[in-house]
């Protein structure tokens, strides 16, 4: 079974500082994908990052970044610089590379502090 | 560029109603997903459709069904309303192994509310 854990319920962070966001997860799947999604107040979800099993790079999206330690199944996303408008619910989420549905986790509310 | 599409963005129902949840989309995405998110909570998945066909099926109850056409938009029925169908339902669409991976683009939501 897929299983997706985010142990932060909320996190403060000064602007312009740096914030870690940690996800672990649980599968069987030999190749899967862990994604990173941001839903600010309004709902939308808003896709961040993406990380493949077998990348042996860390992906990186402009100040997003997700440090992949595949040993431990954890992927948790670095945003830099933080930004008043990153303010929001992330959610992390894994999903198998041939598609169906997401797993998503119980996400982690980022308040940043101006 | 096109993203997926949902309508209505706000439907309010009274008990045992039935509602239709509409998604369209993003051009040339063959897969349509359909989450539910209750308030507080995460997105809980409830079916897939991959080329008109159910390729997936989560926690969705038997009081809703839900089709993909031939249009591949995709519609989410939901008969005899409860309270506990109050949420915010997301489409998703993706394009079958493009890019190598399964990105999964989410609509802006259906919220709906049962009173």
């Known amino acids: 079974a897929q299983k997706i854990t985010q142990t932060q319920p909320g996190m403060f962070v000064q602007e312009k500082e740096a914030v870690t966001l940690d996800c672990t997860y649980d599968t069987s799947d030999p190749s899967y994908g862990l994604f990173w999604y941001k839903q600010p107040s309004s709902g939308e979800m808003i896709f961040l990052i993406y990380?493949?099993?077998?990348?042996?790079q860390n992906a990186t999206e402009g100040r997003y970044s997700l440090n992949f330690q595949k040993a431990r199944k954890s992927a948790n996303l670095v945003i830099s610089a933080s930004q008043l408008g990153d303010s929001a619910m992330y959610f992390c989420a894994m999903g198998p590379d041939t598609g169906n549905q997401f797993y998503f986790g119980t996400g982690t509310s980022l308040t940043v502090i101006p | 560029a096109a993203g997926v599409i949902q309508s209505p963005r706000h439907l309010i129902k009274e008990k045992r109603e039935t509602a239709t949840l509409k998604c369209y989309p993003i051009?040339?995405?063959?897969?349509v997903y359909w989450y539910q998110q209750g308030p507080g909570q995460d997105p809980q998945f409830l079916i897939s459709?991959?080329?008109?066909?159910?390729?997936d099926k989560g926690s969705i109850p038997d009081r809703f069904s839900a089709q993909q056409f031939s249009d591949y938009h995709s519609e989410l029925n939901m008969s005899s309303l409860e309270l506990g169908d109050s949420a915010l339902y997301f489409c998703?669409?993706?394009?079958?192994?493009?890019?190598?991976?399964?990105?999964?683009?989410f609509g802006p939501g259906t919220r709906l509310t049962v009173l």
């Open positions: 459709f991959y080329e008109k066909m159910q390729s």
């Open positions: 990380q493949g099993s077998y990348d042996q």
């Open positions: 998703a669409s993706s394009k079958y192994g493009g890019n190598g991976y399964n990105e999964q683009f």
């Open positions: 051009p040339r995405h063959d897969t």
